[in-house]
């Protein structure tokens, strides 16, 4: 029977349809890089729980700047770090784009926690609460305020917190499983 081909058709039922849809939707989940699988994971979750993050830390950063009446720049480290990983947590990516979504919203939680403190001071001041305070000081005064008394070493920590939310709102690779194979064999071929 050499030189004939027979073809045949293999039918499925819906459980293995149904098994081959699902195993192509995971498939698309993820990027081959070389011989790397690379997830692309959620950037809306990333975003979201980035964003939420962000905004958390930095009303516990403005509670404990107004409690203790000093910044305390490690502060900055500690939201980078948070926003890092929940945007890690919440996208599951292991592309760049994971880190730079970690970076932007840890700066921006910086920004706002530096805000908010402002508005803290401020209605702490006029013993008022923070939302009456928002009537005696419109955000471009905040804002002004922010930047008159920015240094340096706040520059610094905005960039730390930047780089922290950067490198941990990426998924690590998984390490890959090395096996011993045996070499290939090449086969008899027979005159």
């Not at 932007?104 to 939302?131: H, P, W």
Request: charged share 10%.
């Amino acid at each position: 029977m050499e030189g004939q081909h027979t073809n045949t058709e293999t039918t499925s039922t819906p459980e293995q349809e149904s098994t081959v849809s699902h195993s192509y939707i995971a498939a698309n989940d993820q990027q081959m890089v070389g011989n790397i699988a690379v997830n692309q994971g959620s950037i809306a979750k990333a975003v979201i729980l980035g964003l939420l993050a962000s905004v958390g830390s930095a009303v516990i950063w403005a509670l404990i700047t107004v409690a203790t009446e000093y910044q305390i720049g490690y502060m900055a480290l500690a939201l980078g770090f948070a926003v890092g990983f929940a945007v890690r947590f919440g996208g599951k990516g292991q592309t760049p784009i994971f880190g730079v979504i970690g970076a932007i919203l840890a700066v921006l939680g910086c920004f706002l926690g530096n805000y908010f403190s402002v508005l803290g001071f401020i209605a702490k001041q006029l013993e008022v609460g923070v939302f009456q305070a928002l009537q005696y000081a419109p955000p471009n005064l905040v804002v002004e305020t922010i930047f008159d008394t920015a240094g340096p070493i706040d520059l610094l920590f905005y960039a730390l917190a930047g780089y922290e939310g950067f490198k941990f709102g990426i998924m690590p690779q998984p390490e890959p499983d090395l096996v011993e194979v045996d070499p290939p064999v090449a086969p008899n071929s027979q005159p």
